[in-house]
């Protein structure tokens, strides 16, 4: 397995629209488990392939709080939801700020496992929110795009705020 470096905001890639995978092999498997390594590394609770710079349809979850609850999906599709709730949502392509959004309570998923059967997957929740964070990602679309203008123009500047922080923290350690 290998750790991939997540990419981060503004990097165009994350803008781009996921191509469906079309082959199910040893190499998209080997996808599955560095996504989850990168994951679990970087402690988030979902990683969608466009967010490595990889242009598939596939994204990993694992929102399990006593033990892990772990999800691979491949060509992940919304087939219906209910419902409404509003979630403080974080990113690892956006790390250091969160915002509260709006999504839908209940979900159900058509996708495909690493060897290519098909299956469903319902949730709520943590789990639903999580699911259509990561598929917004497979669209090209980050959770503050979901925000009015002033609450986006919000959370864009914390980040540009926690990002100059850092870049303080870098020049005190030279």
């Given amino acids: 397995m290998a750790r991939l470096t997540v990419l981060t905001w ?3 890639a994350l803008r781009i629209v996921a191509k469906p995978v079309d082959y199910f092999d040893q190499g998209l498997a080997q996808l599955v488990d560095d996504l989850f390594e990168t994951m679990y590394a ?10 490595v710079g990889v242009d598939r349809r596939l994204l990993v979850v694992d929102c399990g709080q006593d033990e892990r609850e772990p999800y691979a999906l491949i060509n992940p599709e919304l087939e219906s939801y209910e419902g409404e709730l509003i979630w403080p949502e974080g990113c690892l392509s956006i790390p250091g700020v969160r915002a509260d959004v709006t999504r839908h309570a209940h979900i159900v998923v058509r996708y495909k496992d690493h060897s290519g059967l098909d299956h469903k997957l319902s949730a709520n929740g943590l789990l639903a929110v999580c699911l259509q964070h990561e598929i917004d990602h497979l669209d090209g679309k980050m959770y503050f795009d979901r925000l009015g203008m002033l609450e986006r123009r919000s959370v864009l500047n914390a980040y ?14 030279v």
């Fill in 10 to 12: 503004p990097d165009e």
């Fill in 42 to 51: 970087e402690k988030g609770v979902g990683l969608a392939a466009t967010q």
């Fill in 160 to 173: 540009r705020d926690y990002l100059d922080t850092k870049d303080d923290e870098k020049d005190d350690d």
